[in-house]
């Protein structure tokens, strides 16, 4: 047998072999029950199923927490990441402590913390209630991320636009802002949807926190239709999550695949 | 273009230089790259220096609008000292057209936005004007037609003489070139030299690191070389170039003409 018959017959046995397992596992499987426990009929109905609480309640939260958490995470990053590159250097040691402080700790310590830790040891209750608190705990840590993308754009720039446009006069500032800034930012899209991707996902952490009917996120209204709602006992509020969650994160890796590789084409 | 605009007192009639550097030193860490200059522009004129490669000719140039820190000496542009803490170094900077090598257009704006962003953040200029003088400097560089294109969507020649348009849309007093022509493809090099003698004739002070020696010769009042971070030898450049004293620079023209 030659060295590429030989290679054939492998590729023929590995196909054989995935069909057979295919095939035993979908005999085997005990359809009616595989159903009625990840796709109930009653939980998926469109007219009285759980789709509507799950897409008005759950993903309109996701979707609007993510948002303030990333507006507030990017702002925040920006001040870090300046801070980082400040002339200032109590300025780099505060901001470089911060980061490697938020980065080093799970979010849902830092969220757990705004919610109970601080009202406890300062009788301050953040805005917003738990939800607002989480938020505050996830802006804190996706802050401290961000930060590292957007020093890592700001120092991709070529020292030559910081040169010629202080050559033309402009303040430090100036030059930050309308020549830095701009490039850094289109050079950190691809990492900052990333970013986005990671937040809506961690937005489910907001779930533990506990929250009002209407002020629940995804993970939350799914959690509650297992033991509540048409589906009650099953699994299927939890795999419609799943699939929600994916409608919105699988454009976005897409985008971001996209960007990367238009990046890469760029010539300069 | 005069030397006029300084109000420091001097005496009456004697012209301040437009770029005066006396006894300037540049370490980098224990590698001396200047050592020890003193160098001269007139208003008016045009002074190119040449080199070899490390004879710290750029170095000399970017100290003059301060974007390499001297490490000991002074300089004065227009008779003001720039390394005062007292002087307003963004204002001289603003004063100073610079080009460099690598043209340092910013890609994200389009030809007439680089051309205006100076002229509206620092001359505060309203955008009507910053874009009648970006047209006019632009027109001066012959690329009229291109004010709405992206850096990236030119030639390198075109690129260089964009970057001359956004100096000079500041009005400045005085232009550094830090080798200009150095990153272009020999076809495009005529372009740029060509706007580069145009502004001399139009009497604009000039200094130019160059390895253009046609340039040199032929557009410079005066030459100086450089090397091993010091001035061997300047001059006329005619007679820089044809009758060079010092040895080095005998070795140096026989290898670059």
Known sequence: ?268 | MTAEQTSLPREPGAPVPAIQVRGLHKHYGRHEVLQGIDFQVDAGQVVCVIGPSGSGKSTLLRCVNRLEEPTSGEILIEGIDICDRRTDLDDIRSRIGMVFQQFNLFPHLSVLKNLTLAQRNVRRRSKDEAVEIARQTLAKVGLSDKESAYPAHLSGGQQQRVAIARALSMNPDMMLFDEPTSALDPELVGDVLAVMKELAQEGMTMMVVTHEMGFAREVGDHLVFMDGGVVVEEGRPADVLSHPQHERTQSFLSKVL
């Open chain 1, 1 to 268: 047998m030659t060295r590429r018959q030989r290679a054939a017959l492998i590729q023929v046995v590995l196909y054989a072999v995935l069909v057979v397992g295919i095939v035993v596992l979908a005999l085997v499987a005990d359809w009616p029950t595989i159903r009625d426990n990840f796709w109930n009929p009653d939980g998926v109905s469109w007219a009285d199923g759980n789709w509507q609480d799950l897409i008005t309640i759950g993903l309109v939260n996701t979707v609007k927490y993510t948002a303030i958490a990333f507006g507030g995470g990017l702002a925040l990053g920006l001040l870090l990441a300046l801070m980082r590159l400040s002339p200032v250097a109590p300025y780099r040691w505060l901001a470089t402590a911060y980061i490697e402080f938020f980065r080093g700790l799970p979010a849902l310590v830092v969220m757990v913390f705004m919610a109970t830790g601080l009202p406890i040891a300062f009788g301050w209750t953040p805005p917003g209630g738990l939800v607002g608190a989480g938020l505050i705990g996830l802006i804190l840590v996706a802050g401290a991320y961000m930060a590292e993308t957007l020093r890592a754009g700001i120092q991709a720039v070529p020292k030559g636009q910081t040169e010629a446009a202080r050559s033309l006069g402009m303040r430090p500032g100036a030059t930050t802002v309308r020549v830095v800034l701009p490039q850094a930012f289109r050079i950190v899209i691809p990492p900052l949807t990333n970013e986005f991707v990671l937040l809506i996902k961690d937005t489910a952490l907001l779930f533990l926190l506990g929250a009002a009917a209407d002020q629940r996120e995804l993970t939350s209204v799914a959690r509650d239709f297992l033991s509540s709602g048409p589906s009650t006992g099953t699994a299927t509020s939890l795999i419609q999550a799943a699939i929600l969650y994916l409608v919105i994160t699988l454009p976005l890796t897409q985008l971001v695949a996209w960007l990367e590789r238009r990046q890469r084409r760029a010539v300069r």
